[in-house]
């Protein structure tokens, strides 16, 4: 992981990235995905914020890995700093890269590695092909729709 | 062709990820599994060889019951062949899972190089029956063990011109001297649908040729009933087959096909249910002694120059043009006076416009598979009508692919040469497609957001949009591919 140390200003002035980084087993699984970014929006929200400034919200998620374990996503168990003694955007602040890891065990675990499949590879391959009607996209049609007044609405299932 | 001596019939399960807790907790219930091997390769890009992840094979050799390998990409029932690749691949799978046979349908999905993006069945002709038998030869000589076929469904109406589909499946059988995987709910489809009585295409197989079954649940639509793999097997075909397994001397398997999707909404429960009743249905039976019917040894089917069956191979078959050209809208040679004539025949067929469909609902859901979330992101801001009319459009200029990830492609191909501008689309559709490639090819990559992302990713997922408009900005999320992230 990078150590640098760089002044928020010095970001904003240079237009440097903001950067989270997924692990791709996170990213491709909605639930865990999900529950990652949940968890960093209540952990590192405004509300949780004293400054309510999205420079240190955004640099508060430098310091986060998230680990998959089996369909869940769990804040890294190191402690955050107390709210106190959190860097205010004037300060220096500690530049990280978040990574979000997979742990080998999962790749270990029967149950948690057939999970694991079915969620990543089952949807890139080639598609089962039954001779008849997938549904999936009618489902997915059929869960949101968009009314009149350009307001959401669940449909089918959803409704 | 002999099926390799194993006990008597046991039953299963088509397997998914999803079923794993399943086979898990009900192994008692579990003799066989059977996997499809095409529905986990990988490619990254069109005319890439495909990859079958090792980690797969691992996989299914820890689950319970013996395994069983389904092929769902190189039907038999065209012209088109399969490219050593690929039969390469479905060899590696058949010898890591020791499979004692291998099946493949009796269809055809691929015509002059365009795919149908699902199974179209065959023309039932001599002809077609001599290029089928080829093909299956070829296969098991590609694979190294035996072939049983599947019985296919067709939702065209029988054609005058064409022998009835237990004959066709009988001379196939016959002529490749193959196994037969009688699927019984393609049969009880078609039946239903206006082709055969179930009980007559049952008469017409050679039944002591029948290794395998596959029993299913389906559903209506359009007046049509569909193979759709959705539920419990219908109680009407469980009294028309009730004392079938008797009849099948050489039967080991019977497996049980339902698509995941359905799982969330039915529970494990049904797929428990199924196997107790087949394994009931199969234990209630003793086969009746009869010796199997004698078979004059099929002759060794070689094609010579001047065959019209190979003239038909070479050429592309007619049939097979007419028919995918209808079904995809793509053009497709031969464009010649055989392939108009069938094509205008079939123009009246009450089932070509359920086929497009079904087609375009394949399509689009592979399409939404991978693009989950710019999926969602559509349906939230334009609505359901754009987004399917984007799909349309998208499927006009691109015919069907095989693999999931290629279609996703070309829709984020579409959009970008539409210039079709859908806030956070273009951003959306990238991280979509960086992610399908480090799934792939294990790379990391970084993919730059003009706006912070959380948000709208944490929307989306929750299937809304945004409550607030994202904030404008340089952004990165950073794909690391599991294998190589920090533990």
Sequence with gaps: MAKDTVDVSELKMRGTAMRLTLSAGVANDLKALKKGLKD?????????????????????????????????????????????????????????????????????????????????????????????????????LDGFMVDAKLGLKGTGRFA | MQCPDLPRAGVGVSWTGALDPVLQQHAELIDWIEFEPQTTWLMASAGAPPRAPRAVLDHLQRLPGSKLVHSVAAPVGGTTRPTPQHLALLREAVRAL?????????????????????????????????????????????LGVPIAIENGTSYLC?????????????????????????????????????RQPLQDFLAALPLHRVWELHLAGGMQRDGFWLDAHSGPVPPELWHLVRELPRRLPALQAVIFEIFPTFLQDLGSAVVVDELQRMRAWLSEQTVVDTPPPTVEAAPALTLRSGDSAIRMAARGDPWEAALTSLVTGQAVQPDD????????????????????????????SMVVQVLRLSSRLLLCSVGPDVFRRMLQDTFEHHAPALYATLEAQAFAAQVAARGWHVPYLADTLRYELALTQTLIDGTPRVVEFSFEPMPLLRALTDGRLPDEVPEAGRFEIELLPDAEAIV
């Excluded at chain 1, 949807?123 to 489902?139: K, M, P, V, W």
């Design chain 1, 40 to 140: 960093l929006a209540e952990r590192l929200g405004h509300s949780a914020c004293a400054t309510g400034c999205n420079e240190l919200h955004l640099n508060l998620e430098r310091d986060f890995t998230a680990r998959i374990s089996g369909s869940a996503v769990s804040l890294n168990p190191q402690p955050l700093p107390p709210l106190s003694t959190m860097a205010l955007p004037q300060d220096p602040i500690p530049v990280r890269t978040v990574r979000v890891a997979a742990p080998a065990a999962i790749f270990d675990n029967i149950e948690h590695l057939g999970s694991a499949i079915e969620k990543v590879l089952g949807r890139l391959g080639c598609a089962n092909c039954c001779s008849g009607f997938d549904i999936l996209f009618q489902r997915e």
């Design chain 2, 337 to 364: 006076a055989d392939t108009a004539a069938l094509q205008a025949d079939l123009t009246e067929e009450a089932g070509v416009p359920l086929v497009r469909e079904l087609v375009f609902s394949f399509r689009a």
């Design chain 2, 158 to 194: 029988p054609r005058s011109d064409e022998m009835a589909d237990g004959e066709f499946v009988a001379r196939v059988a016959e002529a490749a001297d193959c196994g037969l995987l009688l699927d019984l709910h393609n049969a009880y489809a078609n039946a239903v649908n206006g």
């Design chain 2, 98 to 142: 020791d499979a004692p046979w291998a099946s493949e349908h009796l269809s055809f999905n691929v015509s002059h190089g365009v795919c149908t993006g699902f199974f179209m069945p065959p023309r039932q002709t001599d002809a077609q029956v001599r290029v089928i038998a080829d093909n299956i030869r070829r296969l098991q000589d590609a």
